[in-house]
């Protein structure tokens, strides 16, 4: 005879799995769902890792597992960040353990909604060619490195909103690769004036897995061993797909007679120092779209965006770029807990945006890049470097989580 699993339980699993579909790292999606389930009356027990959630749920008294529940296992594929699901979710949360808000009636809330992009596909695409722009310029690429960059982020952003199975099932990644690749070698044929290993970076930024890597060691730092380790290895895999695409592009154009740089708009005047300043919000407000934040956050997204860039500048200036990246992130936590605790909003709505142009990913790629194509890096000073900009980073977001603690586990 089969028994119907008890609302809280079912409530709490549904909830777990919109945390998970979000993004939610696992040492926050835990700490979250083990006190909404001390709001719904029951204990719960959660092991979270990138691919899979473990639930274990029991009675507050049933010290002895008198009254057994069955282990709930919820099988998923890792998650894009969504900060509008993670808002909602959050909100529904402070809902519950204010009795703002019925138990049946939050589960119809959850059962009504999916996680889905907050934006249609069209808004994304133009964001992830405006993100690839203005971090172009950001690399001092010039005027027709920015604009080739937009082109190869737009066909970024076209292959991550397609349909397309097989580019869901883990080929994107190299895919988008080779053809972005292809597209910054013919242009630069006929153009010239372009920077191609620079643009390239730029095209595919949205695809490099900094954040990815900045979350699998935050991870482990807080004893979350398992999913910190898989998240690593697979932050590792995305980097080494995407390189690999670069190598066969670059390989594919070396064939084909690209690789040598045209004669015609090379003498394209440079952009104005300045220039970099309204790239850098045109950056945040792409990664907000991509992000998934809600219009009404997206002054919080840029606020953290210019907080991390100015001081990361001058904290790089005093004590080199390991010092500025630790102090950039320091003052992002310290904002996002600040302002999380102020406005009643998750601290991860501007920890995100904060962070996303301190990662050091792009590092890592450019290195095995050049290892690859041109055998100019030296591969443990580059993971000497990587590491250290991930410390610094991970201990920054720390110490500023010690200094002003998270209102919420988000």
């Not at 894009?80 to 808000?101: G, M």
């Not at 999913?227 to 190598?247: D, P, Q």
Request: charged share 15%.
């Amino acid at each position: 005879m089969s028994h119907s699993l008890p609302l809280e339980v079912r409530f709490l699993k549904r909830y777990a799995r919109r945390l998970h579909e979000g993004g939610v790292p696992a040492h926050q999606l835990e700490g979250l769902v083990e006190s909404v389930a001390v709001a719904v009356g029951y204990r719960c027990e959660i092991w979270s890792s990138p691919t899979a959630v473990l639930m274990a749920v029991r009675q507050p008294d049933d010290d002895e597992d008198q009254q057994p529940l069955p282990m709930q296992l919820i099988r998923l594929r890792p998650g894009p960040v969504n900060l509008a699901n993670t808002t909602e979710l959050y909100a529904l949360a402070e809902d519950l353990q204010e009795q703002r808000i019925d138990l049946e009636s939050a589960y119809e809330a959850l059962r009504s909604r999916d996680v889905t992009p907050l934006y249609p596909a069209s808004v994304r695409v133009m964001s992830s060619g405006l993100v690839s722009g203005a971090f172009a310029l950001m690399l001092a690429t010039g005027w027709l490195g920015a604009a080739t960059a937009a082109l190869a982020g737009m066909l970024v952003g076209l292959l991550s909103t397609s349909e397309s199975r097989a580019l869901r099932e883990g080929n994107l990644d190299a895919v988008a690769a080779v053809l972005v690749t292809l597209l910054v070698y013919g242009l630069n044929h006929h153009l010239a004036g372009i920077d191609p290993t620079a643009v390239i970076l730029s095209g595919l930024i949205y695809l490099v897995p900094g954040l990815s890597l900045t979350i699998a060691v935050t991870e482990l730092s807080t004893d979350h061993l398992s999913s910190g380790s898989a998240r690593l290895a697979g932050a590792g895999v995305t980097l080494l797909k995407l390189v690999l695409g670069v190598v066969i592009g670059t390989v594919v154009a070396h064939w084909l007679g690209w690789d040598a740089p045209g004669d015609r708009l090379s003498s394209v005047m440079a952009p104005p120092a300045w220039v970099q300043w309204p790239s850098l919000l045109v950056a945040a407000l792409g990664f907000g779209v991509l992000f998934s934040v809600r219009p009404v956050d997206f002054p919080l997204a840029v606020l953290a965006a210019v907080t991390s860039y100015v001081v990361s500048r001058f904290a790089s200036a005093m004590g080199g770029v390991e010092f500025g990246v630790l102090v950039a992130a320091f003052a992002v936590a310290v904002l996002g807990n600040s302002l999380g605790r102020l406005l009643r909003l998750p601290a991860s709505l501007v920890r995100v945006p904060g962070i996303i142009l301190l990662v050091p990913g792009a590092l890592g790629y450019r290195a095995v890049t050049n290892l690859l194509l041109h055998g100019t890096a030296n591969p443990q000073e580059t993971a000497l470097t990587v590491a250290i900009l991930l410390v610094s980073l991970v201990g920054g977001l720390l110490i500023g989580n010690t200094v002003v603690p998270p209102r919420r586990h988000v």
